[in-house]
């Protein structure tokens, strides 16, 4: 019997879906699955107008302390550069996950820092996707301290696109970001990710989006942190990510909370033992379902640098 290839889209913030059926009751085999998902990336990347490139589904989990001043480490100026500029040591971060547990759909994300007498420097450097589609972000950042009361950071990326039988395309964009330290224990800041700029394709029409954050923190205590973030992407709905952050013991931390957007809820705990630190996390999508991820951070030894 001749079998008809059916599909539908479904789009989200969370996800591009495609739905393929069978006339008849062979279900296509798993190896196929990979054509399916480009297919997915191929065909609603036509009729979109922009595109983010993918950020992970529990970023909110890992930059939690973005808006903070004793629970920011090195992960957090990927969600605003000026966090860069509260980095006392050299430190490296790298951090996993598997979306909606699809191999197709993996997202991996390194930080580095370092402090320097002239401000702090960061690179980040991103990957999603699988063989046959793939997204990938090459970041340099830099962070600094305007006083006790201002901090300001800025990233230049390098945006690649890579669809196996169609070529590579690459874009150019920036991040500025900025963080008030309006009390000892309130912090608060604004993030602008590609407000110009950013286009693929020879005619560049295809552009990444334009994002817009604002965000809060509170210190209640050296236990609890608190944060809330507003963001604002082009052509998407306003998402609120809100969550927080309890250290147990100082080497145990548990961190929780929820994007509206997606009704996506996100949790993990972390581990320190010296230097180093392990998280374990996990989100829920009410219809994609989980998405587990690890992350896994290192404090370099270093002697604290004084700041001319």
Known sequence: MHKMLVFSITRSQACNIIFITYKDQNPPPLRNRPICLFLTIIVTGISANSQQLRQPVTVP??????????????????????SLAQLKNAAIAVYGERRFLLSELNNYTAAFGVPTRSGNFGLKAGYFGFRDYNETQLGLAYGRKLGDKVDLGVQFNYNGIRIAGYG???????????????????????????PVGGKFGKD???????????GIGYEASDKLFVSTEIIKEEDQAININAGLQYKFLSQLLTRIGLSTATSTGWMGVGLSWKSF????????????????????????????????
């Open 204 to 214: 560049q029409q295809e552009k990444l989006s334009s994002v817009y954050t604002a």
């Open 61 to 82: 989990y890992t930059t939690l302390g973005a808006y903070s001043v004793n629970h920011a480490d090195v992960y957090c100026f990927t969600a605003n550069q000026a």
């Open 277 to 308: 630190r392990i998280d374990v996390t996990t989100a829920y999508h009410p219809q994609l379902g989980i998405t587990p991820g690890l992350l896994l951070l290192f404090n370099f030894k270093s002697k604290e640098i004084e700041k001319d």
């Open 168 to 194: 590579n395309d690459a874009a150019i964009s920036f991040e500025l970001g900025t963080i008030l330290h309006l009390t000892e224990k309130l912090h608060a800041g604004i993030h602008i990710n590609n």
